[in-house]
T-cell receptor, first 112, second 113 residues
Framework: GENVEQHPSTLSVQEGDSAVIKCTYS??????FPWYKQELGKGPQLIID?????GEKKDQRIAVTLNKTAKHFSLHITETQPEDSAVYFC???????????FGRGTQLTVWP | DAGVTQSPTHLIKTRGQQVTLRCSPK?????VSWYQQALGQGPQFIFQ???????QRGNFPDRFSGHQFPNYSSELNVNALLLGDSALYLC????????????FGSGTRLTVV
């Protein structure tokens, strides 16, 4: 099956700085890569996603890049705000098996 | 438009007991997938239900079973509970077996003592 690795496990930044979270995947058949934000006591909320035929996607302060050759993808958050503090998960959709494989998460803390 | 709803929100059970968790999919969705999220970990796929049948299963023992009803709602049953079953159980719904509109509920926090 697919194996998704995510780094770092914790990330602390000052408000206004940028944050970058990186993930790698193992199955070249995976074709969809969502990023989720999970706040305490809540389920994962989709914040941005990218398909395998696209190299980069941006939505306001959030961007995701995908390198299919290297099998890695990254989340970039610019101008961070305290409300960005949460656990962020990357995931890969295994098209063969039709399920999501998640990384272990990154606890992002944005200090005012 | 209601999203994915799960009940109960919290549950405490004793080792060896059985538990049933419930999920109502988002309006218009017909597929339900269940995930287990242990503390400090990412969600792990348990199984998926479509057309009232289990279509896929992750690496979980037979103690984990489920059901889907004609109205697309679903139940997750866990028998002979172990301490290691303590986790947040997430339900995700979608349209068809593909990824379209994949939406998670807020989960049920199960604690086994």
């Amino acid at each position: 099956g697919e194996n998704v690795e995510q780094h770092p496990s914790t990330l602390s930044v000052q408000e206004g700085d940028s944050a970058v979270i990186k993930c790698t995947y193992s199955d070249s058949a995976s074709n969809y890569f969502p990023w989720y934000k999970q706040e305490l006591g809540k389920g994962p909320q989709l914040i941005i996603d990218i398909r395998s035929n696209v190299g980069e996607k941006k939505d306001q302060r959030i961007a995701v890049t995908l390198n299919k050759t290297a099998k890695h993808f990254s989340l970039h958050i610019t101008e961070t705000q305290p409300e960005d503090s949460a656990v962020y998960f990357c995931a890969a959709w295994g098209s063969t098996l039709g399920r999501l494989y998640f990384g272990r998460g990154t606890q992002l803390t944005v200090w005012p | 438009d209601a999203g994915v709803t799960q009940s109960p929100t919290h549950l405490i059970k004793t080792r060896g007991q059985q538990v049933t968790l419930r999920c109502s999919p988002k309006s218009g969705h017909d597929t339900v997938s269940w995930y287990q999220q242990a503390l400090g970990q990412g969600p792990q796929f348990i199984f998926q239900y479509y057309e009232e049948e289990e279509r896929q299963r992750g690496n979980f023992p037979d103690r984990f079973s489920g059901h889907q009803f004609p109205n697309y709602s679903s139940e997750l049953n866990v028998n002979a509970l172990l301490l290691g079953d303590s986790a947040l159980y997430l339900c995700a719904s979608s349209l068809g077996r593909a990824l379209y509109g994949y939406t998670f509920g807020s989960g049920t926090r199960l604690t086994v003592v």
